[in-house]
């Protein structure tokens, strides 16, 4: 079994179908843990491995159609649709990176490696916090930080999708047009 077929069949509407349903159902958890930090501190690694899964994706099924067009007849929708193809990858990358950043940001890494951490000054609740400790408002820093995430990663997001959106229907499109 290659990344080109599986059982002599082209595995690319295979890969192709795990594109569509894992980039944007990494680009939509994204928004939502970019949008609320608690879900993002919920999801842990989840976010960025189910980013990692959809970025492995697409360079799989850009391969397998790569090679599936080497073997069917030449035609401008074929065309277009391999060029879409390629500016796939991008978009996944930035998820990727968009989902660990957002990871180590919000705990993602041991409390000894972030400021304020062991050793550091404060610890997660601030000095004197703990269960019983009063609620403390965000920071206008920490409010900026986060409006700024949830804004790049809904950029990135919808950008992801509707690449996604566009390359699927030239695909279709190049399959069944003329039938």
């Not at 090679?67 to 277009?80: G, Q, S, Y």
């Not at 930035?94 to 062991?118: E, S, T």
Request: hydrophobic fraction near 55%; proline fraction near 8%.
């Amino acid at each position: 079994m290659g990344t080109t077929t599986i059982n002599g069949v082209p595995a690319h509407p295979l890969w192709a179908h795990a594109v569509v349903v894992l980039v944007p159902l990494s680009a939509l958890a994204l928004v939502v843990c970019a949008a609320w930090p608690a879900v993002m501190r919920r999801a842990g690694i989840v976010l960025p491995l189910l980013a990692l899964v959809a970025l492995v994706t697409v360079p799989l099924a850009t391969d397998a159609g790569e090679w599936l067009e080497e073997r069917v007849p030449e035609n401008a929708a074929t065309e277009r649709h391999t060029e879409m193809g390629d500016g796939l990858l991008p978009w996944a990358v930035a998820i990727f990176v968009l989902a660990v950043l957002l990871w180590l940001v919000h705990g993602g890494l041991p409390r000894r490696f972030l400021p304020g951490g062991p050793g550091g000054q404060g610890g997660a609740a601030g000095p004197g916090g703990g269960p019983g400790a009063a609620v403390r408002l965000a920071s206008p820093r920490a409010v900026l930080v986060v409006g700024v995430g949830t804004l790049l990663a809904l950029v990135v997001g919808v950008g992801a999708v509707v690449q996604v959106y566009r390359i699927g229907e030239s695909g279709a499109k190049a399959v069944w047009q003329g039938l």
